[in-house]
């Protein structure tokens, strides 16, 4: 296969990434990583030839901003999360005061 198609591939692997992790689906991001992870491993392997740098450069550049974003929304989620939690902890607490005074 060659450099650019491997590449391509990537970079699409990457917005479907990004487009899961924007509707929360982290199961299949996480999913695709694994394979987005074994495709960049047999990427880097192969040689670039030097007239190839400027589309390699863009590519690497394109997932590693992509790859920024989903990290972002990571955080976002993460946090929305830890909320909710403390409010759920918050409830439990209330719970059982409650059951104490019954």
Known sequence: MSKQKTLKQIIDMTKL??????????NTVISME???????????????????????TDGILSVINMDKEIMDLGRSDLDKLGDTLSQIQRGKRAQFAYQKLA
């Open 34 to 56: 694994a394979d987005r992870q074994l495709k960049m491993d047999e990427y880097f392997t192969m040689s670039p030839s030097a007239e190839d740098a400027e589309w390699i």
């Open 17 to 26: 990434m990004l487009a899961h992790a924007q509707s929360g689906d982290w």
